[in-house]
């Protein structure tokens, strides 16, 4: 490769001649293609410059600099001609009037398949931008358990778009940077190929955070200046000692990656001043037994910090890697990191996953693809088990390199785990039907519950019943996509019909209620409806209701033409004012006259309920969200509580207050005031004279001077609650006012 042993593998950005873009790529594919394979390259190269002709990208260069740039990147990691071939052709499917049969005849299925896994779904259009990303990074995980590769031209892809993304706009930039960080980076990491994860993160964190980017950059070039010296000793040290032990060694110390460091500061609290391991030793030898031997040759050296030593080559990651992790004391007193591997593991090391493809090393590197293999077949099972694009998704991420923990089955294989991961977790890590029927578990020979949390070299048997099925409180406990996607598999399975039948009976009985029959709704009014939720098809509106997911009355009303709806509506409020009336709470004016109901548009036949998180009062801007069991539950725009519920347009209720809403409504607001005697009944007298009353006081004595005191008071509206708040700030003894939410 073109990297030396003993340093991390570079991915120099490739600047294409003008006069022959290809001319870098040649040079990269001659050192390790025979000159036929370079001539079959060319052809595809000659196809792709054809089909992109006049294209430019956003920077005005010719588009097909950009598939050149990406097979340049795979020719580093020196990949096979189909791949280089699938680089260049990546683009043609989607941007280009080539088709998928078209490259299969004049390459082959092999290329023409690993082109069609790359391209986006064009031809589909979605609501939303999310679903679409969602159902294309589908696609993309389809496509590379067929085929691995079709995973490392796209993120050799991602590597040249990120270099190249300064012609973008910002907030462009941040969304595909943050998309990086999230998908991309992690699965170079699982894959195990280093060299572009580092610079994935490095590139993305730069454009995402520029500011802490740079302050963290400058910090590092300080600091390196600081500790030169240092590490030019320590490096020269393990060298003098392991020649002098007769063992022959490449040693080579490097710094840490900005990225690598922000995480770290992230994760821990901590400031860059206490961040003092900034460099990591890496040293190479010839075989295992050496590994070990130079460990201890090491330790004599300097004194290794107890609980941070880790043996990768006994126990691999789940990418592959492998290599002896120890962290001692140095010689100025700071930790200090050594890596000890064999050339072999630090080319896969760098490399990872691609390392199966390199030319003429005679490398085995059978664990790092089977671990592959295995992570990819986990997300075709993640796919057959159903779901839309956006949970597949969201099991993808909850999969893509956790911190992990390793533990024994009975018979004494290994099983990696996320971090966290529970007895269930393990249980359906061993097999989806011992999942399904796990009743308990045996850690270290003693019985606890299937929620009980993994620990680092736990011994687990998990005890099943045929009777036995998963339970919906799982999804609170499981922590790996395998065990969460089986759980709600399983769930709707059986729960579906149940949920259709109840959702029917529900929604029946509030059609009745509005004058309807749910057996003469038309075709058209349910196909409406179907849209209107972003629904499939009846049943699953049905099941929706069922579950509690949807208000049955909200529907009905969608399900009524809007031209009966309206009449109905009116004659149907005046039938449920009663039963609304009675689940909110009466508005007594002051002679003790009962007022009409709470009136808020946009709730008409429905219970409704004020948040008592917020409390909202006329005047306030306000959401409505549908609550099984609670009716509309009402919030404030401001709310902190409904981030959440946002999300779910299919629960929000267009709400506003009635003009004519009127009555005394509870709203709490803090005011800090001297502590001196009289102060409280001061401010309560104030109250009173605003025409408010106190329903509640809490106070809290702070620092002796002053004292927070807060009120629950009733308010006409908003304006009133303004009126108030200006006279408690007038007085001499108040320091401060507000009002209290959330």
Same mark, same amino acid.
């Given at each position: ?380 099972? %993640? #796919?057959?088990? *159903? /779901? =839309?694009? $956006?949970?597949? !998704? ?116 509030? %059609? #009745?209620?509005? *004058? /309807? =029959?749910? $057996?003469?709704? !038309? ?220």
């Amino acid at each position: 490769m073109a990297a030396g042993v003993g340093e991390v593998l570079r991915l120099p950005p490739v600047k294409p001649a003008l006069d022959d873009p290809c001319a870098p790529l040649r040079a990269l594919l001659q050192r390790y293609m025979s000159p036929e394979e370079v001539v079959r390259v060319r052809d595809a190269y000659a196809l792709a410059f054809a089909a992109h002709g006049e294209q430019t990208r956003r920077s005005g260069e010719p588009y097909i600099h950009h598939p050149v740039a990406v097979a340049c990147i795979l020719a580093e990691l020196q990949l096979d001609i189909f791949t280089i071939q699938a680089a260049l052709l990546h683009d043609v499917i989607e941007d280009c009037e080539i088709s998928k049969e078209s490259l299969a005849e004049q390459f082959g299925p092999e290329v023409a398949e690993m082109v069609d896994g790359v391209s986006k779904l064009g031809q589909v259009r979605f609501e939303t931008r999310e679903e679409a990303q969602a159902e294309n990074f589908r696609k993309m995980f389809l496509a590379m358990s067929r085929d691995i590769r079709v995973v490392l031209i796209k993120l050799a892809d991602r590597l040249h778009n990120m270099r190249t993304m300064g012609v973008m706009t910002p907030e462009k930039r941040r969304r595909i940077s943050r998309e990086t960080l999230d998908i991309y980076a992690p699965i170079a990491q699982r894959l195990g190929i280093h060299a572009i994860r580092i610079e994935l993160e490095e590139l993305a964190f730069s454009h995402l955070y520029p500011k802490r980017w740079h302050a963290l950059n400058e910090a590092i070039k300080a600091a390196r200046g600081n500790r030169k010296e240092a590490v030019h000793k320590i490096e020269q040290a393990l060298l003098d000692r392991l020649h002098q032990e007769g063992f022959e060694a490449q040693v080579s110390g490097r710094e840490k990656h900005v990225y690598s460091i922000y995480s770290k500061m992230q994760k821990k609290g901590m400031a860059f001043s206490a961040i003092l391991d900034l460099h990591a030793f890496r040293v190479i030898v010839a075989d295992v037994d050496t590994c070990y031997r130079v460990l201890g040759i090491i330790h004599s050296l300097y004194r290794p910090i107890p609980g941070r030593f880790k043996d990768y080559i006994a126990i691999p990651k789940s990418n592959g890697y492998q290599s002896l992790h120890t962290v001692l004391l140095g010689p100025f007193g700071h930790p200090v990191e050594v890596q000890i591997r064999t050339e072999d593991m630090h080319r896969v090391a760098e490399a990872g996953v691609a390392a199966h493809w390199l030319y003429k090393t005679g490398m085995n590197h059978a664990h790092a693809e089977s671990q592959a293999r295995a992570w990819l077949q986990r997300l075709l099972e %993640l #796919q057959t088990q *159903g /779901g =839309d694009s $956006q949970e597949f !998704l969201e099991s993808v991420k909850l999969d893509l390199f956790p911190d992990e923990v390793y533990v024994f089955t009975p018979k004494g294989k290994i099983l990696s785990l996320p971090r966290g991961a529970t007895a269930v977790d393990f249980a359906y890590a061993v097999h989806t039907d011992i999942g399904n029927q796990a009743v308990a578990a045996r850690i270290n020979d003693m019985y606890v519950p299937l929620r009980s949390l993994l620990s680092n070299g736990d011994k687990v048997d998990i005890v099943t019943a045929a009777s036995a099925h998963p339970q919906p409180g799982w999804l609170d406990v499981v922590v790996t996509a395998k065990a969460r996607s089986s759980v709600r598999a399983y769930l709707k399975t059986i729960q579906r019909e149940d949920a259709e039948t109840l959702g029917r009976n529900l929604l029946d009985k509030a %059609l #009745q209620s509005l *004058g /309807g =029959d749910y $057996q003469q709704i !038309l075709p058209d009014d349910l196909q409406r409806v179907l849209t209107t939720f972003n629904v499939q098809d009846e049943g699953q509106l049905l099941a929706a209701i069922g579950m509690g997911e949807m208000f049955p009355l909200v529907v009905a009303h969608k399900l009524l033409p809007e031209e009966d709806d309206r009449g109905r509506l009116a004659q149907t409020a005046r039938r449920l004012g009663q039963a609304v009336s009675q689940l909110l709470p009466s508005r007594l004016n002051r002679d003790g006259a009962t007022k009409k109901p709470l009136l808020i548009r946009g709730t008409e036949g429905l219970p409704v309920t004020l948040a008592r998180c917020c409390r909202p009062i006329p005047g306030d801007p306000i959401l409505g969200f549908i609550s099984a069991g609670k009716g509309v539950v009402v919030h404030t725009h401001d709310c902190h509580n409904i981030r959440e519920w946002r999300k779910r347009r299919d629960r929000w209720v267009d709400v506003q207050w009635d003009p004519e809403a009127h009555g005394d409504f509870p709203v709490t607001i803090r005011v800090v005031a001297e502590s001196a005697r009289g102060v409280l009944a001061r401010i309560a007298t104030l109250i009173s004279d605003e025409d408010s009353n106190i329903d509640h006081v809490d106070i809290e004595p702070q620092d002796g001077l002053y004292t927070g005191i807060t009120f629950t008071i009733l308010a006409h509206d908003r304006d009133h609650l303004a009126k108030i708040m200006r006279s408690l700030r007038s007085l001499p003894m108040v320091s401060r006012v507000q009002r209290v939410k959330n």
